[in-house]
């Protein structure tokens, strides 16, 4: 499969991305830039930190390192945690009270895309971990008729839910905290909720992305299990081999799993950028534009 | 709303204003009582007090779980109404729309 390989992959992420920066154009935006960097940066580092310790020796491949999968949602829980005590400490003057109109939910600054995107990434790494723990042992899958393979137990799979459980329940405090205060003036009402709007995409791309960086490597690695074989050679007959009882979906797997990796760098590069971006080819003519020409 | 209301007689001709003039739909939830207390700046049961004044007029609807919400007699508009409503005001402020064309097109839609 031309995607396993890490090259296509970093190169597909480019084109991908750079399709992103074609089709969309950046909104001026100042609010949460460098926290979202910092994020970015973080998570970058978690979801490499694996590769480059296996890649220069640190540590033994093939052993079981619990942080291997679920260091994205260390980070994201860390992060979360301090923007929750960052917004509630931030210091909000009342000037004049305003008569709430409409109820404020934890979700009521997030878009239903936002949402939906949120709890699917969510859903999936919950049943990427049970199914995965429950079809299998606590380290390895057993391979029929003999000898079994590396998987994704519930060795990793625990750390993981867990830390996905807790990145989910933060992502919701934090759109709780964002919500509840307040507005400061009737006329500021609009502005205030722009703002809101925006950190709310923030916890979402936090969120997001510290639930794809585990789900893209739990899937890659299940993947990987799928295409193990087990054999044996038979002297003057020859040599036979087999494979798990989903090996049929080992390629599916894989595919699956480099485009989760793929779509996680790629929020994670936006998340860097951190400005919202809107559709470059609007159907609408813009109208401070022709009234300039 | 050039005061804001810190009693329970104001809190609740306020939201009269606003369910009687269309600005809340039939079914619409309206805030927690504990939201309009923060947000106001009053005490809970300022805000609580309000809201049965408002449940005794027939103008809300409270059930258990499902908060509170505008009577479907007492709206004058739908909550789907109110709702695409917002949203026409908000897309036809983004785009720079003015107020006349909106309500213009809304005429000729409704033809």
């Known amino acids: ?293 | 709303m050039s005061t804001p209301p810190q009693s329970s007689a104001e809190i609740y001709e306020q939201f009269r204003g606003l369910i009687t003039s269309g600005e809340l739909g039939a079914g619409e939830r309206l805030p927690t009582v504990r939201q309009v207390a923060r947000d106001l700046g009053v005490a809970l049961g300022t805000a609580a007090r309000a809201y049965k004044m408002l449940e005794s007029d027939h103008l809300v609807v409270s059930r258990t779980g499902a908060g509170t919400t505008v009577a479907a007699d007492s709206a004058r508009l739908s909550k789907d109404a109110v709702v695409q409503i917002r949203k026409l005001v908000a897309s036809a402020r983004a785009n720079d729309d003015s107020l006349d064309d909106v309500i213009s097109a809304v005429r000729t839609a409704w033809r």
Request: glycine residues 10%; aromatic residues 10%.
């Open chain 1, 1 to 293: 499969m031309l995607l396993y390989n890490p090259l296509v992959a970093v190169a597909v992420t480019l084109l991908v991305y750079l399709a992103t920066l074609v089709f969309t154009r950046p909104v001026p935006a100042t609010h949460g830039r460098a926290f979202g960097r910092v994020t970015a940066i973080l998570l970058l580092v978690a979801f490499g930190i694996p590769d480059l310790a296996g890649v220069l020796r640190l540590y033994e491949p093939r052993a079981y390192h619990w942080f291997a999968f679920p260091l994205a949602l260390a980070v994201g829980v860390v992060v979360l945690g301090v923007l929750i005590v960052t917004i509630g400490r931030a210091k909000l003057s009342q000037e004049a009270p305003v008569l709430p109109v409409r109820r404020r939910d934890w979700w009521t600054f997030s878009s239903r895309g936002q949402l939906a995107t949120g709890g699917a990434a969510f859903a999936a790494v919950a049943l990427t971990c049970i199914v995965a723990g429950a079809n299998s042992g606590w380290m390895t899958i057993a391979i029929p008729n003999g000898g079994s393979s590396d998987f994704f137990g519930w060795a990793y799979g625990l750390p993981v839910l867990g830390g996905a459980i807790l990145v989910a329940v933060l992502a919701i405090v934090a759109l709780a905290a964002n919500a509840r205060p307040a507005f400061a003036r009737p006329e500021t009402v609009d502005g205030e909720s722009e703002i809101r709007r925006r950190r709310a995409r923030l916890i979402h791309r936090i969120a997001l992305t510290s639930l794809l960086v585990p789900l893209g490597a739990a899937v890659l690695y299940i993947g990987d299990a799928a295409s193990g074989r087990a054999g044996v050679g038979i002297p003057g007959v020859g040599d036979f081999y087999w494979g798990l009882g989903f090996s049929s979906l080992a390629e599916p797997l894989l595919f699956a799993g480099r485009a989760l990796q793929i779509a996680a760098v790629i929020t994670l590069f936006l998340l860097l950028d951190g400005r919202p971006r809107t559709w470059r080819f609007s159907s609408r003519p813009q109208r401070t534009a022709a009234v300039a020409s």
